[in-house]
Nanobody, 129 residues
Framework: QVQFVESGGGLVQPGGSLRLSCAASGFTLDYYAIHWVRQAPGKEREGVSCVTNSGATTNYADSVNGRFSISRDNFKNTVHLQMSNLKPEDTAIYYC??????????????????????WGQGTQVTVPS
């Protein structure tokens, strides 16, 4: 089955850290930019971060810039999102998804209908207020 499997979420106090992982199953990451997208309760999905297929270029939403770091390991077919200084507003289900193409850059802007592929089941991150 072609999909991502996300892991690493949990309950963490404000100011804490988590490292999310996203493992590709049934396909290789080499020709895909990878995106982390989150959805908080009652809100629309929000693009958080992305990394091009080579790993050379990354991008972050303003809300997480300076606190989150995305990385990828094409040999292990995995992508990580290191999250630091977590805030209650970071509470959401975090998903990874793929954008096909050998790209020089990537945009975190998410909108309904954007062609992102192989969504996983997500991993819950909860930061209590």
């Amino acid at each position: 089955q072609v999909q991502f499997v996300e892991s690493g979420g949990g309950l963490v106090q404000p100011g804490g850290s988590l490292r999310l992982s996203c493992a590709a199953s049934g396909f290789t990451l080499d020709y895909y930019a990878i995106h982390w997208v989150r959805q908080a309760p009652g809100k629309e999905r929000e693009g958080v971060s992305c990394v091009t297929n080579s790993g050379a270029t990354t991008n972050y939403a303003d809300s997480v810039n300076g606190r989150f770091s995305i990385s990828r390991d094409n040999f292990k077919n995995t992508v990580h999102l290191q999250m630091s200084n977590l805030k209650p507003e970071d509470t959401a289900i975090y998903y990874c998804a793929a954008e096909y193409g050998v790209l020089e850059g990537c945009s975190t802007h998410y909108y309904p209908g954007r062609k992102l592929l192989y969504w996983g089941q997500g991993t819950q991150v909860t930061v209590p207020s």
